[in-house]
């Protein structure tokens, strides 16, 4: 899982969201809305609030400093760092809300951003030394989680590196937009915020910064009797390593705690949860199914626990590579061999938890990944971080979506909840959807029993493990109808009707940071409420183009969005090119003109190659305008890259990889007749195929990524630009290619139902690649089924869970919208298809 997505879940929203703002934030500091020292001038952003005294220029880049905080001391520090940095007059910026930084502290928040609180923009390194001496005379002996990319000073929660001033973003190896510094050569290079204290080769340490770093380097762990030999996870809480006992030279597993970090919802931290597992692991010393306890020591300032290694895999994965369902195993006796073996580790699972309780020990995290399956199939339970002891009654305070129980649960039932959902997930990996209603949780069951042999009394043991309550507050929809019947020609007039009505339902015209509900990357990206991918663009482009005509209010929404984003991408699918081409297909020309000016005028340099968000989406941008000179230069500019391009090796595909360049050479042939772009788009493809690892003798294993049956990447939209390739190329490489990838869009499971990673998408792609044999219409139909898996009411109005199946979604890429684009295309008289990838022969 993605863990952003666990931080835009706001209790009690549907949808991903951010946090509170300002406003209605009741944790946000004053400083934050109080008044302003003469002449500063005050910057608010999503988490951080900037003070910028007048008349300053900062460097773009340098040595700047941070100061950590724990939730108790930090409106304190904030007091002091303000009235220092107002008196130096200095630039600085600070996290604007507790509850803002109890999440970037969290367990579940990022490594490189953990612990700090305040930046300091020291000018020159003669003021970052006065501001280091000034401010550690203030703060010595305070609190904070440590800064891992930093360097600390002295005792306090003051840290320095090198890094950006300004937002700079640059392409990293791997084709990542990530922040830059500029080298000595003038290049963008990545702005590295690692786990360890690493300037740049080029930089020159300042003289102040000599005995904090000679500090550092003598603060070894001495005795510390485990050596490290693999690194195995690693969290905001520490890290998680295979290592050797040096005194007996056995293999161990070693878990690290942060102290401060980590936290969790009741703001322990990572070195209170490592000493909970300790006491229930000694505590359950004995049992088969509970690694035995090494050691627990404290080394430098972490704690360290050492415990037996258990060879095996856990069951997360053994029922991904297992279960007949998802891997697509189609053999005989595939299934019932599966359920014999699932139903004896289930056996296992549920002796141990009761053993557990019978120690007085509830688990309180139990989940398939926190369940090794060993070579011989006994199973032990791992991360024990949030046991509690039975007569504690306690309730959850971490725990894996789909697995955790709701409120109200505590004790032992809290582990019997896990245990239910764990027997669903065993056999269909969707237990997310059950918290939803007593619906999807009988429609789980009834996936379960219709696919595999399980006994008569498996939907009894399932209700009695989740419990009697296992949806408090839910309120029984009065709506009698199923939450989803197949559609056919015949029903999806109706259908497509009450989608789109459900979906305008979810309008937020008042919000200017989006018109509907969608993906995360709405608030991640620059602009991303309004993108064609994420945002009004799109949703907009398909109610359009399915015949709904879009509100003046929702169009004027786009139009403004777009205005007041400065900085959108050019991309299609994260920026201009996308909100251009919708603007342009809704009936206004002269405002698609105005975004189109703004992408003429838009650096290309640091832009990759590929149709989301690259050179292959701004071209098809510019010859969906009329405009082949200026379309042919972007593709004169993509042949001179190599496939990977300034992105390094991205995933093969339709989105980022070289396929989106080949449909663009594809439409480039169309409009000039220029036999140069059928062989450039024959060369894009063959690099992309071979990316892929595809051949015609591909063994079929099921890791390849041409066997993913992703729209994004992988098979499936790699497989639509291939179609394409065959109608015009004679090369039976692309017609072999083209019949091993229609098998891509087939599988009878997939986690989620969007366009870009789920069901619909293969919809799609399996409708553009159809053969009219009996088994390409029976996998359509497949899907067309299969759809209501990811379906919910909420409010009264059907809705699909996006990606990740935690929250609602209603944009193209994710949600409703996609669904309906792909539906259409199967069902619908003319279906529009992808934009530049449209249904029949050109």
């Known amino acids: 899982m993605d863990l952003r997505y666990l931080n835009y879940c706001r209790p009690g929203n549907p949808f991903y969201d951010v946090e509170a703002t300002a406003a209605t934030d009741p944790t946000v500091f004053p400083a934050v809305t109080g008044p302003l020292p003469e002449g500063w001038t005050r910057t608010d952003n999503t988490h951080w609030l900037l003070m910028t005294p007048p008349d300053t220029r900062l460097p773009g880049q340098g040595w700047k400093i941070h100061v950590s905080a724990t939730l108790d001391n930090a409106p304190r520090l904030l007091d002091l760092v303000w009235d220092f940095c107002v008196a130096e007059r200095v630039t600085f910026k600070f996290i604007r809300s507790a509850a803002i930084l109890k999440q970037r502290n969290s367990k579940y928040g990022d490594r490189g951003s953990s612990g700090k609180f305040f930046t300091v923009y020291p000018v020159d390194e003669a003021q970052l030394e006065r501001i280091l001496t000034g401010l550690g005379d203030l703060l010595d002996g305070e609190r904070g989680p440590t800064i891992l990319s930093d360097l600390r000073w002295r005792s306090g929660p003051l840290y320095v590196r090198y890094g950006g001033f300004v937002s700079r973003l640059g392409r990293s190896e791997t084709g990542e937009l990530v922040h830059c510094i500029e080298d000595p050569e003038g290049r963008l290079v990545p702005d590295v915020r690692g786990p360890s204290f690493r300037p740049p080769s080029w930089v020159t340490l300042p003289d102040c910064l000599a005995g904090a770093l000679a500090a550092r380097n003598s603060a070894t762990l001495g005795d510390f009797p485990f050596r490290a030999t693999r690194a195995l996870h690693f969290s905001n809480g520490g890290g998680v390593y295979e290592a050797t006992d040096t005194r007996t030279g056995a293999s161990v597993l070693l878990k690290e705690a942060r102290p401060l970090a980590?936290?969790?919802?009741?703001?322990?931290?990572?070195?209170?949860?490592?000493?909970?597992?300790?006491?229930?692991?000694?505590?359950?010393?004995?049992?088969?199914?509970?690694?035995?306890?090494?050691?627990?020591?404290?080394?430098?300032?972490?704690?360290?626990?050492?415990?037996?290694?258990?060879?095996?895999?856990?069951?997360?994965?053994?029922?991904?590579?297992?279960?007949?369902?998802?891997?697509?195993?189609?053999?005989?006796?595939?299934?019932?061999?599966?359920?014999?073996?699932?139903?004896?580790?289930?056996?296992?699972?549920?002796?141990?938890?009761?053993?557990?309780?019978?120690k007085g020990v509830v688990f309180g995290d139990l989940h398939p990944n926190n369940i090794m399956v060993r070579p011989?199939?006994?199973?032990?339970?791992?991360?024990?971080?949030?046991?509690?002891?039975?007569?504690?009654?306690?309730?959850?305070?971490?725990?894996?979506?789909?697995?955790?129980?709701?409120?109200?649960?505590?004790?032992?039932?809290?582990?019997?909840?896990?245990?239910?959902?764990?027997?669903?997930?065993?056999?269909?990996?969707?237990?997310?959807?059950?918290?939803?209603?007593?619906?999807?949780?009988?429609?789980?069951?009834?996936?379960?029993?219709?696919?595999?042999?399980?006994?008569?009394?498996?939907?009894?043991?399932?209700?009695?493990?989740?419990?009697?309550?296992?949806?408090?507050?839910?309120?029984?929809?009065?709506?009698?109808?199923?939450?989803?019947?197949?559609?056919?020609?015949?029903?999806?007039?109706?259908?497509?009707?009450?989608?789109?009505?459900?979906?305008?339902?979810?309008?937020?015209?008042?919000?200017?940071?989006?018109?509907?509900?969608?993906?995360?990357?709405?608030?991640?990206?620059?602009?991303?409420?309004?993108?064609?991918?994420?945002?009004?663009?799109?949703?907009?482009?398909?109610?359009?183009?399915?015949?709904?005509?879009?509100?003046?209010?929702?169009?004027?929404?786009?139009?403004?969005?777009?205005?007041?984003?400065?900085?959108?991408?050019?991309?299609?699918?994260?920026?201009?090119?996308?909100?251009?081409?919708?603007?342009?297909?809704?009936?206004?020309?002269?405002?698609?003109?105005?975004?189109?000016?703004?992408?003429?005028?838009?650096?290309?340099?640091?832009?990759?190659?590929?149709?989301?968000?690259?050179?292959?989406?701004?071209?098809?941008?510019?010859?969906?305008?009329?405009?082949?000179?200026?379309?042919?230069?972007?593709?004169?500019?993509?042949?001179?890259?190599?496939?990977?391009?300034?992105?390094?090796?991205?995933?093969?595909?339709?989105?980022?990889?070289?396929?989106g360049g080949a449909l663009l050479m594809l439409r480039l042939h169309e409009a000039t007749a220029d036999p140069k772009y059928l062989h450039l788009a024959g060369e894009s493809l063959r690099h992309d195929l071979a990316e892929a690892g595809w051949t015609e003798s591909a063994d079929g294993s099921a890791d390849a990524p041409w066997k993913v049956p992703f729209l994004s990447f992988g098979g499936a939209g790699l497989g639509m630009v291939v179609e394409e390739a065959a109608r015009v190329l004679d090369d039976p490489l692309f017609a072999a290619a083209r019949d091993a990838l229609r098998e891509v869009t087939a599988p009878p499971f997939m986690l989620n139902s969007g366009l870009f990673h789920g069901r619909a998408g293969a919809l799609l792609a399996l409708r553009h690649l159809h053969d009219g044999t009996p088994a390409t219409e029976a996998a359509v139909t497949r899907h067309l089924d299969a759809l209501g898996w990811h379906t919910v009411r909420c409010d009264g109005h059907l809705a699909f869970l996006g990606d990740h199946t935690l929250r609602l979604s209603a944009d193209l890429a994710t949600g409703t919208a996609g669904v309906l684009l792909a539906v259409e295309s199967a069902l619908g008289d003319a279906g529009p298809g992808l934009p530049f990838l449209g249904p029949g022969t050109r």
């Not at 342009?584 to 838009?602: K, Y």
Request: overall charge negative.
């Open 262 to 358: 980590g936290l969790d919802e009741e703001g322990a931290d990572a070195v209170a949860r490592l000493e909970r597992e300790h006491w229930a692991l000694d505590k359950l010393a004995g049992l088969d199914c509970i690694p035995a306890v090494t050691d627990y020591r404290k080394g430098h300032e972490h704690w360290f626990l050492a415990r037996e290694y258990v060879d095996g895999k856990s069951l997360a994965r053994e029922l991904l590579s297992r279960n007949p369902l998802v891997a697509d195993d189609r053999t005989e006796g595939a299934y019932e061999a599966y359920t014999a073996w699932a139903l004896k580790v289930l056996d296992q699972v549920e002796a141990g938890v009761d053993a557990m309780h019978a």
């Open 376 to 659: 011989d199939d006994t199973v032990s339970f791992i991360d024990l971080e949030t046991a509690t002891a039975v007569e504690d009654e306690a309730a959850p305070v971490i725990g894996a979506p789909g697995f955790r129980a709701p409120a109200g649960y505590t004790g032992t039932a809290v582990d019997r909840y896990a245990l239910g959902c764990v027997r669903l997930g065993v056999f269909v990996p969707l237990t997310v959807m059950a918290t939803w209603s007593p619906a999807k949780v009988d429609q789980l069951i009834d996936l379960v029993t219709a696919h595999f042999p399980v006994p008569a009394d498996f939907a009894e043991r399932v209700r009695r493990d989740l419990g009697a309550d296992p949806h408090p507050g839910h309120v029984p929809e009065a709506d009698p109808r199923p939450l989803w019947t197949r559609p056919t020609a015949e029903s999806w007039p109706a259908l497509r009707c009450t989608l789109a009505e459900d979906l305008l339902a979810s309008a937020t015209p008042h919000r200017e940071d989006r018109l509907f509900p969608g993906d995360v990357e709405q608030f991640a990206l620059p602009g991303g409420g309004a993108s064609f991918g994420f945002g009004a663009a799109g949703v907009l482009w398909t109610l359009s183009e399915l015949g709904f005509a879009p509100a003046e209010e929702h169009v004027a929404w786009l139009v403004d969005a777009a205005a007041r984003t400065p900085d959108l991408r050019p991309g299609f699918y994260d920026g201009l090119s996308g909100i251009a081409y919708a603007l342009d297909r809704l009936g206004r020309p002269e405002e698609a003109a105005a975004v189109l000016a703004r992408l003429d005028a838009a650096p290309l340099e640091d832009v990759d190659h590929g149709l989301f968000g690259g050179l292959a989406g701004i071209g098809l941008t510019q010859l969906h305008f009329g405009r082949t000179e200026e379309a042919a230069r972007i593709a004169a500019l993509l042949a001179d890259q190599s496939p990977g391009g300034v992105a390094g090796r991205p995933r093969p595909g339709l989105m980022r990889g070289a396929a």
